[in-house]
């Protein structure tokens, strides 16, 4: 790929276009593009509305549980025998991971433009349980779709929506995955254009969707700058974080984005390797093109057919990623590398052992890096790992792996 | 500029009745199959046809075009096989309008300089790309005009007053009218709202409006016909295809003939509109 020249700060995108460099973009349907203008108008005042500002920050206080903890794995980190390992702790949320951070927000959002139904797409069903869960707590009719594979291997999400007063959609098209979930949302938009508002889980999508989750998610990033700094004095040498669409990776990642000497690294499903095509590795291999209303790396084919992708994790079981992650990778800030299935299922076992603390198969990718560079980081190094969701839904898909009944 | 689609509306209006515009997928099911439905399309009487090309995540279209699609691509279809389709059917037809309908990430990935060139070369007229709205005009639309080809938008309900001129601007050909909010094959919506809406358009643009998505019978046709300079059929046509496939997607009858049947009867349907309307 051609490098975009360096600009001076990585903080600005994306433009009024929607555009980081190439990427992002508004490309969808015309019935769709009223909406999602009217959605950047709304999110444009809400963003400097002190009344709103302050609404999210009660919630997000009071009723999500934040700041969440940076916490030293301390058991970790003698396990490893290198860099220091900080957990940034988004299991502890309400609802149990980092997306609940961008439903609060986007739930207001659908408040003040008088919308009367929400509908989500969801993988893991981390973002699908968050969403039902905003949706309760004010109010909203819910709908949630999730690709049948989906529905089958994250039963106890599924259980825990349907609790929470959402209908769940399984989606049999293609391979029943998080793409298909997310076309199938996007045709109940384009029909129920009147009442409904749709609450992208990831930052991806349509601009300016990829802005505000970002924005929303950009709370964990702060919060564990301003935490580094008073636990350690001072900032991290990396941080880590998984990239499915790349929400936790873009919310941990964005406010360190200017801070030169931080490295940053993104971490694909690598699946079962990179060699064939079953991993989720779209910016290690995939390419350029346009999906879900943006321009980003997918995995395809030479004639521009979207793949399936695998992952273990659910969560990370999508062919895209955000178009912010994309112009990251292109300008060289962040590197992004792979984690195999082995891998995050180990790390998923060593975190449970060594911390108490049992991650999602989605963040033990992330931590399978940090396993991977400790050791050979000085002690005195400091590595922050984005502990995005605890992994208690994952328990049937590890068993399986492991060859256990449970 | 004047295209095949600019005389060929220029004879109809001349002619006072609206146009049949066919839709079918290309390479659904196979190439050669499709290829010879699209040389009936014509003898049964669509003014103009639209060649689909298959895409993996058609988020805009209903069952029956999602399968036509996955048909498609099982059967090895590739966005160059569907030019080649086109330029097949010219060697015998070289008045009936060809645009072709689709989504943009297959001809991102092609080029589009190396399409456009190809594309013009096998006879395409005009496009219809439903992921790009005019904020995108720059990736397709404007580079497609400088290449002679038609670039037609969609306009929907959701587009007011103030957004039309922006919908209208770089389009050219005719405008194509989604007469609801939804995807492709739902129910048709009110026809009185429909007529409004055309006429809503009209008072903005001199180009022809035809519209489509939920129009299935010769009655149907013949409604939306009144109002409309055009008819598109598209689900229907994708449908008489799927009937006469078996289970494991062998023939269990010729599709070209079932399409032709059914074509027949639409271009009835669209030719008495304006004897109906004037009665």
């Given at each position: ?24 973009g ?41 700041p ?34 961008n ?151 964005h406010?360190f984005l ?44 030479d ?6 992708g ?76 984005n502990?995005s ?13 492991m060859?256990?009944?449970? | ?39 009936a ?76 060139a ?45 957004r ?59 409604i939306?016909?009144a ?11 994708v ?7 078996g ?33």
């Open positions: 790929m051609n490098k975009p020249a360096l600009p001076n700060s990585f903080r600005t995108g994306p433009d009024e276009q929607g555009m980081f460099g190439i990427f992002g508004r490309f969808v349907a015309e019935t769709l593009m009223p909406l999602i203008l009217d959605l950047e108008r709304e999110w444009n005042k809400a963003k400097d509305d002190p009344e709103f500002k302050a609404e999210l920050s009660a919630l997000s206080t009071f009723y999500a549980g934040r969440s903890k940076l916490y030293f794995a301390e058991g970790l980190t003698r396990h490893l025998g290198g860099a220091k390992i900080y957990l940034k702790r988004e299991d502890l949320n309400h609802t149990g991971s980092h997306k609940i951070n439903c609060l927000g986007q739930i207001l959002l659908a408040k003040r433009m008088g919308k009367k139904r929400i509908i989500a797409e969801t993988g893991a069903g981390q973002h699908g349980v968050a969403s039902a869960t905003v949706a309760a707590r004010f109010g909203y009719p819910c709908v949630v779709y999730m690709g049948a594979t989906d529905v089958a291997r994250q039963s106890p999400n599924v259980f825990r929506m349907k609790l929470l007063g959402a209908e769940v959609r399984p989606v049999t098209a293609g391979h029943g995955t998080l793409k298909d979930a997310m076309n199938e949302a996007l045709r109940d938009w384009v029909t129920n254009v009147e009442d409904t508002y749709y609450l992208i889980g990831t930052a991806a999508g349509p601009h300016p969707y990829p802005e505000l989750v970002r924005d929303f998610q950009s709370v964990i990033g702060t919060e564990a700058r301003q935490q580094m700094l008073e636990q350690e004095g001072r900032l991290p040498d990396t941080i880590i974080a998984a990239v499915g669409g790349g929400s936790n990776a873009i919310g941990l990642f406010p200017d801070d030169k000497d931080v490295e940053i690294i993104g971490i694909e499903a690598g699946g079962r390797g990179l060699d064939g095509v079953e991993h989720c590795a779209s910016m290690n291999a995939g390419r350029p093109g346009v999906l879900h209303g943006n321009r980003t790396y997918l995995l395809q084919d004639d521009g057919q979207i793949l399936e695998h992952s273990i994790s659910a969560g990370l079981d999508y062919p895209g990623v955000g178009p912010e992650h994309s112009w990251l990778r292109d300008s060289g800030r962040v590197d992004y590398q792979p984690i195999l299935d082995d891998e995050a299922l180990e790390a998923f076992q060593l975190c449970t052992r060594t911390e108490g603390i049992i991650p999602a198969l989605e963040s033990a990718h992330a931590i399978a890096h940090a396993v991977k560079i400790a050791p050979n980081m000085a002690k005195d190094k400091i590595i922050i790992v502990l969701g605890r992994g208690d839904k994952d328990v049937h898909t590890v068993a399986k792996m060859g256990m009944e449970i | 500029m004047t295209t095949r689609i600019d005389r060929r509306m220029a004879k109809l209006k001349a002619e006072g009745r609206p146009a049949l515009v066919t839709y079918f997928m290309g390479g659904d099911p196979d190439y050669d199959t499709s290829l010879s439905i699209m040389k399309l014509p003898k049964a009487g669509s003014d103009i046809i639209e060649l689909g090309m298959p895409f993996s995540d058609p988020m805009a279209d209903g069952p029956a075009i999602q399968a036509a699609g996955l048909r498609a691509l099982k059967g090895g279809q590739t966005l160059k096989k569907t030019l080649a389709i086109a330029a097949e059917f010219r060697k015998g037809d070289d008045e009936t309008p060809i645009v072709l309908m689709g989504y943009y990430n297959p001809i991102y990935v092609y080029g589009v300089d190396n399409f456009l190809e594309a013009k070369a096998s006879g395409i007229d005009g496009l219809i790309i439903v992921d790009l709205p005019p904020e995108m005009d720059a990736e397709l639309c404007i580079p497609a005009l400088k290449a002679g080809i038609n670039f037609i938008r969609l306009a929907t309900p959701t587009t007011d007053d103030k039309l001129p922006k919908v209208l601007e770089n389009t050219s050909g005719f405008v194509y009218y989604v007469s609801m909010t939804g995807i492709t094959g739902s129910a048709l919506a009110d026809t009185t709202k429909v007529a409004t809406a055309v006429q809503r358009i009209k008072e903005h643009t001199d180009l022809p409006v035809c519209v489509g998505f939920g129009v299935k019978t010769a009655e149907q046709a013949r939306i016909g109002s409309a300079d055009g008819v598109v059929i598209g689900t229907a046509i449908n008489a295809i799927a009937n006469v496939l289970p494991k997607g062998e023939k269990t009858a010729d599709p070209a003939e079932a399409v032709a049947t059914l074509v027949s009867g639409l271009a009835q349907g669209v030719r008495s509109a304006r004897l109906a309307a004037a009665e």
